[in-house]
């Protein structure tokens, strides 16, 4: 290959198709190998670089996916589809002049996502220590994140935590409901009862009350029982898969709508029952790895239900350190949101 040459992915799954790179001549030698075509520009005509992110949108805008063939688990492009492929060409030095405002944004946003992947990174790191040291006031009655020196540990069937902790069942401090579906003609796609639904949240994220697609809304109040509130944590219940029941838990820590917003039945909502339990401390402990391990064991034919919820086994400091924990996390996590949302405006 040679500087300026694209590497486009012709035959792939449909989620993979049209992925494409531009070969800056990293190494001094590279050889690409099949399911691939190699587009080698005309340099009197078109600047690499703005035909790569010519291809970058294509597949964005899903006009890769438009002109392929289909077949069992695959999808391709021939050549001949890719040479009749019309394509914008502005003169060659506004080629260049857009392609560096493009690539200046690329930049941005793969600076972004680094510093996302860091943050999170420091999460689950900090997840684990505060779970299992937990925190404690200094001299000067300051907040500190706990250590082998500072914390004496105990056994326990959660593993080690303090000495001081409490271990209950989910179930003795928190209200776990299943949610209900709507009924196909009670949905909306105009503003009215917002619905939340599996794909308004991301694993270990925020619940997004901003309307996501069609069928958003819907026309009936469903019910005092089903309305979310603020603290609510949501955990998938049902799905195609059973490797993901369980495994996708939501805190609802933003309402953008004084309307009231219910839950569908594929989601289970957990609530703390009374001021002795702080509902960030337990989001973040049911988003360890060891939890959801203990909560995918509960999972039976697909399905997670709420009587089984109720006895995984949570830690239970004093409330005054739970909040501390939790706004620890909470720190962490808005951090992570506010670059996410600076990564969307890119």
């Known amino acids: 290959m040679e500087v300026g040459d694209i590497l486009i992915s012709h035959i792939n799954s449909e989620p993979q198709l049209g992925n494409c790179c531009l070969y800056k001549g990293e190494l001094s030698t590279l050889i690409h190998g099949m399911n691939l075509l190699r587009i080698k520009p005309d340099r009197n005509f078109i600047f690499s670089e703005f035909l790569y992110f010519t291809f970058l949108e294509y597949k964005l805008k899903g006009i890769f996916i438009s002109i392929a063939s289909r077949a069992v688990n695959q999808a391709s492009i021939n050549q001949q589809k890719f040479k009749n492929l019309p394509i914008p060409l502005p003169p060659l030095e506004e080629q260049k ?29 900090m997840m684990k220590q505060l779970f299992t040291y937990g925190v404690y006031k200094d001299e000067s009655r300051e907040w500190k994140i706990g250590d082998q020196g500072t914390v004496e540990l105990k056994e326990t069937e959660i593993g080690l935590i303090p000495r ?46 901003a309307p996501l697609g069609e069928r958003s809304f819907v026309i009936n109040d469903l019910g005092e029982r089903y309305r979310l509130k603020y603290g609510d944590i949501l955990i998938l219940s049902a799905g195609h898969s059973s490797e993901v029941v369980g495994q996708k ?54 399905h997670l239900y709420p009587r089984d919820m109720k006895d995984i086994l949570i830690p239970l400091p004093p409330l005054e350190e739970q909040k501390a924990i939790a706004d620890i996390l909470l720190t962490i996590d808005e951090k992570i949101q506010k670059e996410e949302a600076k990564k969307k405006s890119y």
């Open 164 to 209: 001081h902790w409490q271990v209950v069942k989910l179930g003795d401090v928190y209200e776990i409901i299943q949610g209900k579906t709507p009924k196909k003609d009670e949905y909306s796609n105009y503003p009215g009862h917002r619905i939340i639904k599996v794909k308004d949240f991301e694993d270990g994220g925020f619940v997004n009350n």
């Open 249 to 302: 838990i939501g805190g609802v820590f933003y309402l953008e709508t004084k309307e009231p917003t219910f839950f569908v039945a594929e989601l289970i909502r957990v609530r703390a029952k009374e001021d002795q339990s702080n509902t960030y401390f337990c989001f973040g402990f049911l988003n360890l790895n060891t939890t959801k391990k203990k909560i995918r064991e509960e999972v039976k034919g697909g």
């Open 97 to 125: 002049a857009i392609a560096e405002v493009l690539r200046a944004i690329q930049d941005a946003k793969e600076k972004t996502e680094a510093v996302i992947k860091a943050t999170k990174e420091l999460r689950k790191s």
